[in-house]
């Protein structure tokens, strides 16, 4: 019987670990401004998160090419409206978004 507390403790650590990062993260995105022209289900200005995921998974350089795009901005992979540059977001902050991005 108290195996299966621990096994339960540690599961409901590991989901609020989990939950409490990806709040940070979206957090993040609206700190930063992301959120003005992104959503995590739908196309604002700039595509859905979840679209950028679906495109990107599998690949190995999803995650620093797309902080780069994050800080420096880039266009033609999404239609004809560009990305501007972020340069409030820190090569450490772009990591975190990427990640953030590609896990939805």
């Known amino acids: 019987m108290k195996k299966n507390h621990v096994y339960t403790l540690t599961l409901a650590a590991t989901l ?3 939950t ?3 709040a940070a993260d ?3 995105a609206q ?4 959120l003005s022209c992104h959503q995590i289900d739908r196309k604002v200005i700039g595509p859905a998160y979840k679209d950028v995921a679906n ?4 690949d190995d350089g999803a995650e620093a090419r797309l902080a780069e795009k994050i800080q420096k901005g880039g ?3 999404w239609g004809t409206i560009p990305m501007p ?3 409030s977001v820190s090569p450490e902050e772009a990591a ?3 990640k953030w991005v590609l896990s939805l």
């Open 26 to 28: 979206q957090k993040l």
């Open 16 to 18: 609020l670990a989990v």
């Open 96 to 98: 975190t978004l990427a």
């Open 31 to 34: 700190q930063k401004s992301c």
């Open 55 to 58: 495109r990107y998974k599998g």
């Open 85 to 87: 540059p972020n340069g």
């Open 75 to 77: 266009k033609g992979n």
């Open 20 to 22: 409490g990062s990806v």
